[in-house]
């Protein structure tokens, strides 16, 4: 019998592999990519920004921000066949048909086949500008609308919500937006992210990589919770009295239901996106003169706070900040994937890079070896 300690249930603590990409600090509530601090990228980037710095290493001087840019705007329409399959699509989740049509894109891509580290990068960019257009496209179509070429002049955070509602965003919508995309670039080896780097490790392709990142992200203990607060919320109702609120959530509490959005498995702290998703929820209240969902989060949080201490994680704010910004419910989860495809495809691209197939072992507890197999008549 070993008298080693048992391993954690879901890899708790495990260290699985090295990168360079992101920095966690769970104790003191600390995110970095490539060594900059979250707080400062969300003040003084833009996603394109950060996009670079995730896939090289460095944020880019201007001329090479330029030059991405532009090549996000050129892959940002999509082709009539992807609309066609879109279109055939019956109706259901939206993970579902953006797990669908990520699959498709494979098929229409010029680099297909080749498995390059250039034609990797070339994919990156197609695969993070084209997955906002599927969702945008998804999200239009499946309230009553049809689709709408994005505006080359308009930056990545604003042809989203462009492509999605038809209207032009004003400055603070796009502001909130591109600042959520930022907050949820990358996060170290969550479960998608490793299912990713996995199937990378087998040197499949690109798009078959994402494909099982998007499968993972489905799940609602991973990319969910930010729908089902928002669901918390309306159910609670929005006239309802801080009172109600209150009875709401000690209800729960009381009987062990789970509030989403709140805890973290790295965090023992404040997560540090949740900082940037609170003021913005507010600020984007204030300027639709309803910061009614706002005020209802901040009470949620200060009575779970206070009563169980755990902290509000990246879910619980952007349920708030994405509805007021006029965003669907069912779409929550896809636009995890709008932001998240810039931090999959760096992981993949490290994979690639330096490449080991990612084979780890079980602690077998099964019968003890050996086994006597009986004839079919004594069993």
Not at 144 to 164: E, K, T
Request: hydrophobic share 40%.
């Amino acid at each position: 019998m070993s008298t080693e300690a048992k391993p954690k249930g879901g890899l708790e603590d495990v260290v699985a592999a090295t990168s360079a990409i992101c920095y966690l600090d769970g104790d003191r509530g600390v995110l970095a990519y490539y060594g900059y601090d979250i707080h400062d990228l969300a003040e003084s980037a833009t996603f394109e920004e950060v996009c670079y710095l995730l896939w090289h290493g460095r944020l880019p001087n201007r001329a090479e921000l330029g030059d991405l840019q532009s090549q996000l705007a050129a892959a940002r329409p999509l082709s009539e066949s992807v609309l066609r399959f879109m279109k055939q699509l019956p109706p259901g989740d939206g993970m579902d048909a953006l797990r669908t049509l990520t699959s498709i894109l494979g098929h229409f891509d010029s680099d297909a086949s080749d498995n390059s580290a250039a034609a990797n990068y070339r994919k990156a960019v197609r695969l993070t500008a084209q997955m906002a257009s599927l969702v945008a496209t998804y999200g239009r179509m499946q309230a009553g609308g049809g689709p709408i070429q994005p505006d080359p002049a308009l930056g990545h955070a604003a042809n989203f919500l462009y492509m999605l509602t038809g209207t032009r965003p004003n400055a603070l919508s796009t502001r909130a937006f591109d600042i959520a995309l930022i907050l949820h670039a990358d996060h170290e080896l969550n479960a998608s992210t490793f299912a990713a780097r996995v199937a990378a490790a087998t040197l499949t392709d690109l798009h078959s990589a994402i494909v099982g990142a998007i499968g993972a992200l489905k799940g609602p203990l991973h990319g969910g919770a930010n729908a089902d607060v928002m669901r918390l919320l309306i159910e609670i109702g929005p006239e309802a009295t801080p009172e109600r609120v209150d009875d709401a959530i000690r209800s729960k509490l009381a009987k062990k239901v789970k509030i989403p959005g709140f805890g973290h498995r790295v965090y023992r702290t404040e997560d540090p996106r949740a900082t940037h998703l609170r003021r913005m929820s507010e600020e984007l209240g204030k300027r639709a003169g309803n910061t009614r969902w706002f005020e209802m989060s901040r009470r949620i949080e200060q009575l779970v706070t206070g009563e169980k201490k755990l902290y509000p994680n990246v879910d619980f704010y952007s349920a708030s900040t994405y509805y007021t910004l006029g965003i669907a419910i069912d779409l929550f989860t896809p636009i995890f994937a709008v932001s998240r495809i810039s931090g999959w495809t760096a992981h993949c691209l490290e994979q690639y890079a330096n490449n080991r197939l990612i084979r780890p072992r079980t602690e077998y507890i099964g019968p003890p070896y050996p086994q006597r197999v009986l004839p079919l008549d004594q069993r």
